[in-house]
């Protein structure tokens, strides 16, 4: 049988015309991109290329972008940076539906002496800027809200919150690792300090990614050396996955409108293949803030574990649970979302992408009805 890849806010395979672009900088261009001869300097120019193609997919200048190892280093150094700026006693806003990737470093600043207060979502994963509002306090250094959600799609009103912080005063960081190259996300429309990006969740390679740094907002950087991205992030460049990202910003741009409409067909098709089917399917998050390609579905009366047995390891998904023998360890966002239990411990998150087809599609909805029923 040939595989079905419905994984991919896992993670995306890296697109031809992306690698292509890079295929120049694995091979006979390899200069260091800080020497002034003419092997440094095609470097260079490609890496200042790419910072002006992803300024263009998020809407800012090319001096804004920071290129970094992913969207967990980003979202690493917006909040340790901040943190140690501001010093011990300092505030902190999230939300419960946040990334590890978020979360994690808050719990680690905590241990310094930082408050972190975790806001709550609603039953579709979204927040309410009147409890941002009303959290906010006069020692709050940082809001960081993500912009959509990796499990359930969710997207915020981050234009909404970053109206309540900026007339408060507060920087506001979004960790975009979800959105960009998914859906239409320009800083300047979110009106945000500081986004989170990474390559692998849209064609680009793994292990690059950037942050969008609002001109004049400062930050201390995390790493020490010889002054590369501007003293922000030194260390020789990762060059070929740096040109990469720029070529899957410029790829994404076009086709985030069709791309878009294709992906959240495609996920229609698959809830009312399975109703059709006669499952009890309930799909989780926002009926329409929601991202097109990210289909998380609970299946009433069945078990995460089971369905997964039942796709087997051929058909790629992502448990919205963890099943160990009887006992399921909820996700965290479809608790914070308050999902019934009944309904989070049957929960499978399907993401969508640029080669899911509706053949495949059916042969899913066709397998869950031999194997499952
Ligand atoms: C919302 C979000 N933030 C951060 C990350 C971490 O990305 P990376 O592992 O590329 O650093 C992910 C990856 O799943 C994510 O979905």
Request: aromatic share 6%.
């Amino acid at each position: 049988m040939t595989r079905i890849y419905l994984d991919y806010n896992a993670s995306t395979p890296i697109a031809p015309q992306v690698l292509e672009a890079m295929m120049p900088f694995l091979t006979s261009k390899f200069g260091n991109p800080s020497s002034s001869h003419s092997f440094g300097v095609e470097c260079r120019e490609a890496i200042e290329q790419a910072r002006e193609r992803v300024a263009a997919l998020v809407g800012c200048a090319a001096g804004e972008i920071f290129f970094t190892s992913g969207a967990t280093e980003s979202n690493n150094m917006v909040l340790k940076g901040i943190a140690k700026a501001a010093g011990k006693g300092k505030h902190i806003i999230t939300s419960r539906a946040e990334h590890p990737a978020v979360l994690e470093p808050c719990k680690h600043i905590e241990r310094f002496g930082y408050t972190v207060t975790y806001l709550p979502v609603d039953r579709s994963g979204r927040m309410d800027p009147g409890d941002l509002e009303k959290a906010i306090r006069p020692e709050t250094a940082l809001i960081t809200i993500m912009h959509a959600n990796n499990e359930v799609g969710t997207i915020q009103p981050i234009a909404e919150l970053t109206k309540v912080a900026a007339a408060r005063g507060v920087p506001f960081h979004t960790d975009a690792a979800q959105s960009v190259g998914k859906v239409m996300c320009r800083v300047d429309v979110l009106g945000v300090d500081f986004l989170t990006l990474a390559g692998h969740k849209f064609y680009a390679p793994k292990g690059i990614g950037a942050l969008y740094i609002r001109q004049g907002k400062h930050l201390p950087p995390m790493l020490h050396g010889a002054g590369h991205e501007r003293g922000m992030r030194p260390g020789t460049e990762n060059l070929a996955s740096i040109v990469g990202l720029g070529a899957a910003c410029d790829l994404a741009g076009p086709l985030l409108e069709s791309e878009g409409n294709r992906q959240r067909q495609l996920g229609n098709r698959l809830m009312e293949g399975l109703k059709t089917a006669g499952f009890k399917v309930h799909l989780n998050g926002h009926p329409k803030e929601r991202l097109p390609n990210t289909w998380n579905i609970s299946f009433e009366g069945y078990n995460t574990s089971r369905i997964m047995e039942a796709l087997g390891k051929d058909i790629a998904v992502s448990a919205g649970a963890a099943c160990h023998g009887d006992k399921v360890t909820a996700s965290h966002v479809l608790v914070a979302m308050g999902v019934p239990p009944e309904l989070m411990k049957g929960a499978i998150r399907f993401s969508l992408g640029r080669e899911t087809t509706e053949a495949e599609i059916d042969r899913v909805v066709e397998i869950l009805v031999k194997n499952l029923h």
